[in-house]
């Protein structure tokens, strides 16, 4: 099946400090990558649907300017966490489809992030 | 609009029992169905996908899942429960055209019982 990579696996920063976290197709290119975030023992909620070299549509309730959405290229799309605070910890997970039928989504490893 | 209901938050069967995992769903569209197994602290891995054809579909790890139109379910099944099947299980539905994200479940946890 497809590769989808995620960096880092897991980061911990201070209060007010921005995290940056990648996601990669690794043998495929993707026009549009989706990012999940998820609560502990909680489902998997939709962040923001990242189009490459257009602007990322973002779900009700997510802060566009809090989480920075680029999507640079076919193969990489970035989330970063702007002045990050304890309630932004949490498992960041991203997701692309291969061409052409784009029918599944394959899932990256996850970020497990920690704000102190 | 979609949504996904999973029935039991915690499933727990003795080693080598049936598996039974409960998945029922909403959509306006033909939906395409899926089951994701996730283990602590990774990523999400596909188990298994119903998008046309076939009604029983199967996956990987002996788990297979029955498509049921007239019951809006799309229940997953194993015969025999191992050890590593211990795992967290998400069912997923999206929209049957373009790339559109998944709506998932709130996921069943699987505990197997030596």
């Known amino acids: 099946g497809a590769v989808v990579s995620q960096h880092p696996s897991r980061v911990i920063c201070k209060s007010g400090t921005s995290v940056k976290i990648e996601c990669r197709s690794l043998d495929f290119q993707a026009t549009t990558m989706f990012w999940y975030r998820q609560f502990p023992k909680k489902s998997l909620m939709l962040m923001a649907t990242?189009?490459?070299?257009?602007?990322?549509?973002?779900e009700q309730g997510v802060e566009k300017d809090k989480f920075l959405i680029n999507h640079a290229s076919l193969t990489l799309s970035t989330l970063t966490v702007t002045s990050a605070h304890p309630e932004d910890s949490s498992f960041y997970i991203c997701s692309a489809s291969p061409p052409p039928t784009s029918d599944t989504q394959y899932f990256g490893p996850g970020t497990r992030l920690t704000v102190l | 609009a979609q949504s996904v209901t999973q029935l039991g938050s915690h499933v727990s069967v003795s080693e080598g029992a049936l598996v039974l995992l409960r998945c029922n769903y909403s959509?306006?569209?033909?939906?395409?169905l899926f089951w994701y197994v996730q283990y602590p602290n990774q990523g999400l891995q596909l188990l298994l996908k119903?998008?046309?054809?076939?009604?029983l579909v199967k996956g990987i790890n002996g788990f297979e899942a029955e498509f049921k139109k007239s019951e809006t379910s799309f229940h997953l099944t194993k015969p025999s429960a191992h050890m590593s099947d211990a795992a967290e299980y998400f069912c997923?539905?999206?929209?049957?055209?373009?790339?559109?994200?998944?709506?998932f479940g709130k996921g069943t946890r699987l505990s197997v019982i030596a």
């Open positions: 997923a539905v999206k929209g049957n055209s373009g790339n559109t994200p998944l709506v």
């Open positions: 119903y998008t046309t054809g076939a009604t």
């Open positions: 959509s306006s569209v033909p939906p395409y």
């Open positions: 990242s189009n490459e070299g257009s602007k990322a549509t973002y």
